[in-house]
């Protein structure tokens, strides 16, 4: 036994007190061991949650401006391709129009020419017939 001196009075402990005074101690530092493990523990998985969480959040906002570009980038060409089939129609109703244009000044120089050779022709054949007939007049005939 060891003697303890407290207040002038003398506590006298058995070996065995001791004992379970030291496995208290041991068990009250293991206890709190214990619980900074699971306190640490406890952060760690409230900090992994929130990174998944955030992980989480970061692609839900890159889906999120895919999704946003791709319709930009969908409309954008729809746009290109609406103002390339209105040029297009702008340029054939342009060409149509010019065509039908050549085609009446065409029609109208064809007319011109064809009555200018007509008119050449007529005159051809009336100097012809002229030329025969004072050729006739000239001409004499033995009687």
């Known amino acids: 036994m060891a003697p303890t001196d407290v207040g002038g009075v003398q506590i006298v402990r058995s070996e065995s007190m001791a004992y379970d005074e030291a496995l ?3 068990g009250v530092t293991h206890d709190e061991a214990l ?8 952060a ?7 990174l998944q969480a955030a992980t989480v959040a970061r692609a839900e906002a890159l889906r999120t ?9 969908r409309q954008v060409t729809a746009d290109h391709d609406g103002a ?9 109703a ?4 010019a ?17 200018a050779a007509d008119a050449a ?4 054949v009336a100097a012809a017939a002229r030329a025969h007939e004072e050729a006739l007049r000239n001409r004499r005939f033995p009687c």
Request: charged letters at 35%; aromatic letters at 4%; zero cysteines.
């Open 94 to 97: 342009a060409q149509r129009a």
């Open 121 to 124: 022709y007529q005159e051809e």
């Open 84 to 92: 390339l089939r209105a040029a297009e129609e702008r340029r054939s």
């Open 44 to 50: 760690e998985q409230t900090r992994a949650e929130r």
């Open 24 to 26: 208290r101690a041991s």
């Open 99 to 115: 065509e039908q244009e050549y085609g009446k000044h065409l029609a109208s120089a064809e007319a011109e020419a064809s009555a």
């Open 65 to 73: 401006a895919t999704v946003q570009r791709a319709e930009a980038l």
């Open 35 to 42: 619980q900074a493990s699971l306190d640490a523990a406890e």
